[in-house]
């Protein structure tokens, strides 16, 4: 089957990573599948002439409403994967809610990625609930045999003869939402007492008058470092060697950046937010902060009891092994597709 893949294709965004896994699985399965970046297209016009041209058969959109509303009216078959923001955060608006209904209702089924983002959709849209499947993230890590540690903390301005050096990595895309400011000024105040702490924030400037005011804060804030975009092998082998990885986002869907944290043997501390609490357990899979303070807190008990960290590391990897696997998903997705023949 020739199937077109619709996704905001920002490099280490969530959905431009599901959407790399998705393709993988379904050419594995023998269809041929196209992604498309959904980021530039301004209207369903648009994709049904691409439909036309291109003689796709079918297609899946990653984001109820940035993908979902392009297929809005498609002559072919469709399903559509939930992002995190659709579900949390577009369903507050009423042009929006109605689009997002109107999409659902024609496609043939969907995915969320957990079971409370099910009963989130089911409760707004009752007549889709029977559509809607729940498949988590399968995860897979590949970090780079051939990544340069030193080099990568010359790059970031990060000084390598410091004894106990322990850096903390943000990955994200540089937006509102992920809101990767929450911790700099605090973060910057502890590195001012301890210097062997350093936050390296790295993602794609997924919008651009916000990034501006990143670059600006960060300048002014010692210890905290805008880090380059890397290959997602490049941004593995980093994640393997830093301290932690760190999530400060106001709404997730599922953070790919957390799971493969875990799997990578990385503690992981997150802002308690629904998404991120779904995926650990606190002081058992990971550490959950609600304010920038007991970010600091867990931080520090973190670095000062091995013991702590080892278990949380343990009960973690067991927990993405058990949970996010990720030849289940590709199973999932073989079969879901066979709706759209």
Same mark, same amino acid.
């Not at 003689?55 to 809005?72: N, P, S, T, V």
């Given at each position: 089957?020739?199937? +077109?893949?619709?996704?905001? *294709?920002?490099?280490?965004?969530?959905?431009?990573?599901?959407?790399?896994?998705?393709?993988?699985? *379904?050419?594995?399965?023998?269809?041929?599948?196209?992604?498309?970046?959904?980021?530039?297209?301004?209207?369903?016009? !648009?994709?049904?002439?691409?439909?036309?041209?291109?003689?796709?058969?079918? &297609?899946?959109?990653?984001?109820?409403?940035?993908?979902?509303?392009?297929?809005?009216?498609?002559?072919?078959?469709?399903?559509?994967?939930?992002?995190?923001?659709?579900?949390?955060?577009?369903?507050?608006?009423?042009? =929006?809610?109605?689009?997002?209904?109107?999409?659902?209702?024609?496609?043939?089924?969907?995915?969320?990625?957990?079971?409370?983002? =099910? !009963?989130?959709?089911?409760? !707004?849209?009752?007549?889709?609930?029977?559509?809607?499947?729940?498949?988590?993230?399968? @995860?897979?890590?590949?970090?780079?045999?051939?990544?340069?540690?030193?080099?990568?903390?010359?790059? &970031?301005? @990060?000084?390598?003869?410091?004894?106990?050096?322990?850096?903390? +990595?943000?990955?994200?895309?540089?937006?509102?939402?992920?809101?990767?400011?929450?911790?700099?000024?605090?973060?910057?105040?502890?590195?001012? %007492?301890?210097?062997?702490?350093?936050?390296?924030?790295?993602?794609?400037?997924?919008?651009?008058?916000?990034?501006?005011?990143? %670059?600006?804060?960060?300048?002014?804030?010692?210890?905290?470092?805008?880090?380059?975009?890397?290959?997602?092998?490049?941004?593995?082998?980093?994640?393997?060697?830093?301290?932690?990885?760190?999530?400060?986002?106001?709404?997730?869907?599922?953070?790919?950046?957390?799971? !493969?944290?875990?799997?990578?043997? @990385?503690?992981? *501390?997150?802002?308690?937010?629904?998404?991120? &609490? &779904?995926?650990?357990?606190?002081?058992?899979?990971?550490?959950?902060?609600?304010?920038?303070?007991?970010?600091? #807190?867990?931080?520090?008990?973190? #670095?000062?009891?091995?013991?702590?960290?080892?278990? @949380?590391?343990?009960?973690?990897?067991?927990?993405?092994?058990?949970?996010?696997?990720?030849?289940?998903?590709?199973?999932?997705?073989?079969?879901?597709? *066979?709706?759209?023949?």
């Amino acid at each position: 089957m020739r199937l +077109l893949l619709l996704a905001c *294709l920002r490099a280490q965004t969530g959905n431009a990573t599901t959407a790399a896994r998705i393709q993988n699985h *379904l050419h594995a399965a023998g269809h041929i599948c196209i992604l498309k970046d959904a980021f530039g297209c301004e209207s369903p016009t !648009e994709i049904a002439n691409l439909i036309s041209t291109e003689k796709f058969e079918a &297609a899946l959109a990653i984001h109820l409403y940035k993908g979902g509303r392009l297929l809005q009216g498609s002559r072919i078959p469709f399903g559509i994967i939930f992002g995190g923001t659709d579900i949390n955060e577009d369903i507050r608006c009423e042009e =929006k809610h109605r689009r997002m209904g109107t999409v659902l209702g024609e496609a043939r089924f969907a995915v969320a990625f957990t079971t409370k983002m =099910k !009963e989130l959709a089911a409760a !707004e849209w009752p007549d889709a609930r029977k559509k809607i499947y729940v498949q988590t993230q399968g @995860i897979k890590t590949t970090p780079s045999e051939t990544f340069d540690w030193y080099r990568f903390l010359q790059n &970031a301005g @990060i000084p390598t003869d410091v004894d106990n050096l322990h850096i903390f +990595l943000l990955i994200c895309g540089l937006r509102r939402i992920k809101d990767p400011l929450y911790l700099v000024d605090v973060f910057s105040d502890w590195h001012r %007492k301890e210097p062997s702490v350093h936050l390296g924030i790295i993602g794609p400037a997924v919008d651009p008058l916000f990034t501006s005011e990143v %670059k600006e804060k960060v300048k002014r804030a010692p210890g905290v470092h805008l880090l380059q975009e890397m290959s997602q092998d490049d941004l593995h082998a980093a994640m393997k060697r830093c301290f932690a990885v760190v999530n400060s986002s106001i709404s997730e869907g599922m953070s790919a950046a957390i799971l !493969e944290a875990m799997d990578l043997d @990385i503690p992981v *501390l997150a802002r308690n937010i629904p998404g991120n &609490a &779904a995926i650990i357990k606190h002081k058992d899979t990971g550490l959950l902060f609600s304010d920038p303070q007991e970010f600091v #807190m867990l931080s520090k008990s973190l #670095m000062n009891d091995p013991i702590l960290k080892r278990e @949380i590391v343990r009960k973690a990897k067991d927990y993405v092994k058990k949970h996010h696997s990720w030849e289940c998903e590709r199973k999932t997705y073989q079969n879901l597709i *066979l709706r759209l023949q």
